[in-house]
């Protein structure tokens, strides 16, 4: 049976904070079985990719318990299952070579699973919503910059109406050029799109097992070109090899 979701005052009792002190969501643990996100930038959209992971695949991401929403702030708090863990970002550095293999193993075998899902129509958040990452993010979220696109092609367009914002002409004539003659042609999968090493925690000393990931922050989630995810984890890594 699931333990008792706690109350949004039970929350905001709670003195234990996971999150770093500069982050945009604050995570608080609560009791010894939940680890809850809330705050002015957490979207009842991100609940909803949370509950589509959960619900969809095989992906491993913390337990999904509920949503709150806060009446008097309207601030939604995501509560989930608190994971005893280090992130990868901390663990890496002491790990030997075949420590490192057995995790990115797990890591290759998740992500071909979330990758496998059969896409929709369009890309763009779940339930045909509009696109988080901060290529597309507009405080409006204008369909013609943040989607969702039916098309790649619609998608691409956004891209470059994005950046005319603040590229001068000449860079936005080789951009287009460039973006038409090589982001065409691509399969569109679900993807996570933050897979920076602090958002993959790693469960240390099981016994059948010596590691067992976990992979946090799927706030950006959404469908997109295929090329997507490693794009963003290569710059997220800071283009460092491993």
Same mark, same amino acid.
């Given at each position: 049976?699931?333990?008792?979701?706690?109350?949004?005052?039970?929350?905001?009792?709670?003195?234990? *904070?996971? &999150?770093?002190?500069?982050?945009?969501?604050? *995570? *608080?643990?609560? %009791?010894?079985?939940?680890?809850?996100?809330?705050? $002015?930038?957490?979207? &009842?959209?991100?609940?909803?990719?949370?509950?589509?992971?959960? =619900?969809?695949?095989?992906?491993?991401? /913390?337990?999904?318990?509920?949503?709150?929403? +806060?009446? +008097?702030? %309207?601030?939604?708090?995501?509560?989930? +299952?608190?994971?005893?863990?280090? =992130?990868?970002?901390?663990?890496?550095?002491?790990?030997?070579? /075949?420590?490192?293999?057995?995790?990115?193993?797990?890591?290759?075998?998740?992500?071909?699973?979330?990758? &496998?899902?059969?896409?929709?129509?369009?890309?763009?958040?779940?339930?045909?919503?509009?696109?988080?990452? @901060?290529?597309?993010?507009?405080?409006?979220?204008?369909?013609?910059?943040?989607?969702?696109?039916?098309?790649?092609?619609?998608?691409?367009? @956004?891209?470059?109406?994005?950046?005319?914002?603040?590229?001068?002409?000449? $860079?936005?004539?080789?951009?287009?050029?460039?973006?038409?003659?090589?982001?065409?042609?691509?399969?569109?999968?679900?993807? $996570?799109?933050?897979?920076?090493?602090?958002?993959?925690?790693?469960?240390? %000393?099981?016994?059948?097992?010596?590691? +067992?990931?976990?992979?946090?922050?799927?706030?950006? =989630?959404?469908?997109?070109?295929?090329?997507?995810?490693?794009?963003?984890?290569?710059?997220? @890594?800071?283009?460092?090899?491993?």
């Amino acid at each position: 049976m699931a333990p008792r979701t706690p109350t949004i005052a039970e929350i905001r009792a709670s003195t234990e *904070v996971l &999150s770093p002190p500069d982050a945009s969501a604050t *995570v *608080v643990k609560v %009791g010894e079985n939940f680890a809850v996100k809330f705050g $002015h930038t957490v979207s &009842s959209k991100e609940a909803e990719t949370f509950q589509f992971i959960s =619900s969809n695949t095989n992906f491993p991401v /913390p337990e999904f318990y509920a949503t709150l929403v +806060e009446p +008097e702030t %309207g601030i939604n708090f995501i509560v989930m +299952e608190y994971i005893n863990a280090k =992130s990868m970002a901390d663990l890496w550095p002491s790990l030997a070579a /075949p420590d490192k293999l057995e995790i990115t193993n797990q890591l290759h075998a998740a992500l071909q699973g979330l990758h &496998s899902l059969e896409p929709p129509s369009y890309l763009g958040s779940v339930n045909r919503r509009p696109l988080t990452d @901060g290529v597309f993010w507009t405080p409006d979220q204008n369909p013609a910059t943040s989607g969702p696109f039916n098309t790649e092609e619609d998608l691409n367009e @956004g891209i470059l109406k994005r950046l005319a914002e603040h590229e001068p002409q000449a $860079h936005l004539t080789l951009l287009r050029t460039l973006i038409t003659a090589t982001l065409r042609d691509h399969k569109v999968k679900f993807t $996570h799109g933050d897979l920076q090493p602090k958002n993959i925690l790693v469960k240390t %000393g099981l016994n059948d097992s010596h590691y +067992e990931i976990k992979i946090i922050d799927c706030e950006i =989630s959404g469908w997109y070109p295929e090329y997507w995810e490693f794009c963003n984890a290569t710059i997220a @890594g800071r283009f460092r090899p491993e």
